[in-house]
């Protein structure tokens, strides 16, 4: 059975940093490409940032300069450090392993319970 569960939100001033942490279990963690994911209040879930089995990184425009993504294969561990965090990323961060699609990454697996962001001061 898959696990992924999220861990590191809280709340955070403007302009200052999380640092995110997924463990997954139930997968064969370094064939996936991994992903985050953020649902805000009042929106779709959208793809922040993926990690492909290379290390190769991709973001949404609304996050680059400002995330990064990265893994631990040995602990089955994504990560996504979140800089320079503003009012508008404050929503609920979920991980999942991603496939390739035509269109784009779909999710793999179900969700976890995510961990909130709250960006406010």
């Known amino acids: 059975q898959v696990q992924l569960v999220e861990s590191g939100g809280g709340l955070v001033q403007p302009g200052g940093s999380l640092r995110l942490s997924c463990a997954a279990s139930?997968?064969?963690?370094?064939?996936?490409?991994m992903g985050w994911y953020r649902r805000a209040p009042g929106k779709q879930r959208e793809l922040v940032a993926s990690?492909?089995?290379?290390?190769?990184?991709n973001y949404a425009d609304s996050v680059k300069g400002r995330f990064t993504i990265s893994r631990d294969n040995a602990k089955n561990t994504v990560y996504l450090q979140m800089n320079s965090l503003r009012p508008e990323d404050t929503a609920v961060y979920y991980c999942?392993?991603?496939?390739?699609?035509?269109?784009?990454?779909?999710?793999?697996?179900?969700w976890g319970q995510g961990t909130q962001v709250t960006v406010s001061s």
């Open positions: 999942n392993a991603l496939s390739q699609r035509f269109s784009g990454y779909v999710p793999l697996h179900s």
């Open positions: 139930g997968i064969i963690f370094s064939t996936n490409v």
């Open positions: 990690i492909s089995t290379g290390s190769n990184t």
